[in-house]
């Protein structure tokens, strides 16, 4: 067993003592085999998953429900005595409201990283959040930025030094406005605390986001219990409409630790405001929202982008905008058909890592691309959390173009060389040599390297340097505050065109030609497990993405995907050394399946 192990252990065992679930072994891990040999998962058990497909019966937000939902949390800002900008999604984060309150800070500000000190327009901030807790939202967890402030910072849990990063270190960036797959959010994913999702029954049908401070950051100290403003307005926007209370973020457990979901007190009963009185609906062209609110579509039904379907006997969620199962000049429909069914078949017989009640299968999104990145096929099941639409692209084009010959050039090219260089001196070759896995990448973007080891020395704490794509950790900086947005090459990738967005937003036309990532990685890098190259008689061909319910989850249904289409054992990330430490490949759970 692991140091790390070791060091987690009273926590993990705490933690499941308390909640009465049998000790497991959570450290173990299980790299896949280097063969071609088809794998077989087991028959699924009865699960216990919402069965949404082929006969989804979802329900949505209709116009007076967004109203209440705006005046509720319109009113308890009123009784604090402050101003906000209101947001409200549907659970595909169409924006269905926004508002502002008179006298509300129409910006706010990215705290730290190279957009750091950067006015946002504070709807973008509302729209962020709510769309967060829309795209995290499924029947069988629910989740908040508070939720993701937790699980992205260089610490899980955050501030417990000596632990590794969080385990969706990087999902931040991610469904950002650029993005060819699911341009949802104009900050990626919130970490700043100030939303909520909301349900009808046990049915996700959107979020609601608030704005009003002027930072746009994250929480350092989960274990202060601060009360934030927004979230206190976004919680009482949410009054019958809340979360089902056995499946929220602190209900749930990743290694041991329970998530946060809310610091908030729940919402009351009070007399509401005349809306008109406090403020105005916001008119957004970019978001389609107008001068009243409109209707959230029902998830899976009329008007949706997603649908039912069928895959390999299973039924699927499709998104129909990118429906289509197409061939590459390396992979025929019946291969990339043959690589979605096998990691849907292993999802089906996988336990979830983050869905509740326990003995739910995982439910993910799985993508196949080509050696350049081009979508291939899109299938996911149908109640995996939508976040996972573009980042299941973002793994498997990761993981495809870390492994591609032409990595380095591409790199160097797009004014990122520095990075080239500094994998060079740790003994990586951005030339095809290495097929990189998602998890092996992550492993070289952590702000501390090995991840997890804070410093070393006998004497006084040397701080270690952060791996090769890294920038840095709280400990080099001058503030001494982690920021969401400070994840080296993955956010220098997009920075520019982050920052072309917004100033266009703010004026539009501005910036007439708007800078890209390159276009095998065109929607960002993603730098947390769940994804692996495929190869064909030792020669790159693509990738497969997999995101969902646990990114150990992620890695083994990615690997069972992969069955027939392995990457050569010798040159995978797992057989690399950086400054004496082996980089990763894939992870599987202890007992995986149901």
Same mark, same amino acid.
């Given at each position: ?57 979802? &329900? ?9 939902? %705006? ?26 409201? +926004? ?18 000190? &950067? !006015? ?37 849990? !955050?501030? =417990? ?37 909301? #349900? ?21 100290? !989960? ?11 976004? +919680? ?57 609110? &409109? ?42 058909? &043959? ?53 299941? =692209? ?25 990075? =080239? ?83 266009? #937003? ?7 030609? %708007?800078?890209? !990532? ?13 994804? +692996?190259?495929? #190869? ?14 646990? %990114?150990?989850?992620?890695? %083994? ?20 050394? =950086? ?16």
């Amino acid at each position: 067993m692991s140091m790390r192990c070791l060091r987690s252990l009273p926590h993990l065992i705490l933690g499941l003592l308390i909640t009465g679930i049998p000790l497991l072994s959570a450290c173990g891990s299980r790299n896949i085999s280097g063969s071609n040999a088809v794998l077989t998962p087991p028959p699924q058990t009865q699960a216990l998953n919402k069965p949404l497909c082929p006969n989804p019966n979802e &329900r949505a937000l209709s116009v007076s429900d967004v109203t209440q939902i %705006i005046t509720q949390a319109v009113t308890r800002a009123a009784a604090l005595n402050l101003r906000a900008t209101i947001a409200v999604t549907d659970r595909e984060a169409n924006v269905l409201a +926004v508002f502002r309150m008179t006298g509300a800070n129409p910006n706010t500000f990215i705290s730290g990283g190279p957009l750091g000190g &950067r !006015p946002i327009p504070s709807e973008l901030a509302a729209i962020s959040k709510a769309g967060t807790c829309s795209f995290f939202a499924t029947t069988g967890n629910a989740f908040t930025p508070r939720t993701a402030s937790f699980i992205v910072q260089e610490h899980f849990p !955050p501030g =417990v030094s000596f632990t590794r990063g969080g385990p969706l270190f990087g999902v931040q960036f991610s469904s950002l406005l650029f993005s060819d797959i699911n341009p949802r959010l104009p900050l990626g994913l919130s970490a700043d605390a100030g939303g909520v999702p909301l #349900y009808i029954g046990d049915s996700p049908v959107g979020g609601i986001g608030v704005e009003l401070d002027g930072n746009y950051s994250l929480d350092p100290d !989960p274990t202060d219990n601060d009360q934030s403003p927004e979230e206190i307005i976004a +919680v009482a926007g949410s009054r019958g409409f809340e979360a089902p209370a056995g499946i929220r973020g602190n209900q749930i457990l990743v290694d041991g630790v329970a998530l946060r979901f809310v610091n908030a007190p729940p919402p009351v009963a009070e007399p509401l405001v005349n809306l008109a009185t406090q403020g105005s609906f916001m008119v957004i062209p970019a978001f389609g929202t107008q001068a009243t609110p &409109r209707a959230g579509v029902p998830f899976l039904g009329p008007g949706s982008q997603f649908i039912c379907g069928t895959l390999g006997g299973r039924p699927v969620r499709i998104f129909t905008p990118l429906a289509n199962i197409t061939p590459s000049a390396q992979l025929s429909v019946a291969e990339v058909e &043959r690589i979605l069914s096998q990691a849907i078949q292993q999802a089906y017989a996988t336990r979830a890592g983050i869905r509740l009640p326990l003995n739910n299968f995982a439910e993910v999104n799985v993508a196949v691309v080509d050696a350049n990145g081009n979508l291939l096929g899109l299938r996911g099941t149908p109640d995996a959390p939508v976040f996972g639409v573009d980042v299941c =692209v973002q793994k498997a084009r990761s993981a495809a173009f870390m492994s591609n010959p032409n990595a380095g050039a591409i790199l160097t090219a797009a004014g990122l060389g520095s990075y =080239v260089s500094r994998a060079a001196a740790d003994g990586i070759q951005l030339n095809g040599a290495i097929a990189f896995s998602c998890r092996g990448l992550g492993d070289i973007h952590r702000p501390f390297f090995p991840d997890g080891i804070d410093c070393t020395g006998s004497g006084p704490c040397v701080p270690n340097a952060p791996g090769p794509f890294s920038t840095g950790s709280r400990l080099f900086t001058s503030t001494n505050v982690w920021s969401p947005f400070n994840t080296g090459l993955q956010l220098d990738l997009i920075a520019g065109t982050l920052a072309d967005i917004l100033t266009n #937003y703010s004026n539009p036309g501005s910036v007439p030609v %708007i800078r890209r !990532p390159p276009a095998n990685i065109r929607n960002g890098l993603q730098i947390f497990a769940g994804g +692996v190259p495929l #190869y064909k008689n030792g020669v790159l061909v693509g990738a497969i993405g997999i995101s969902g319910d646990g %990114i150990d989850q992620d890695d %083994i249904i990615a690997s069972f995907g992969s069955a027939g289409f392995e990457s050569p054992a010798n040159i995978r990330s797992d057989q690399v050394f =950086v400054r004496g430490v082996r980089l990763a490949f894939v992870k599987f759970p202890p007992n995986p399946n149901l």
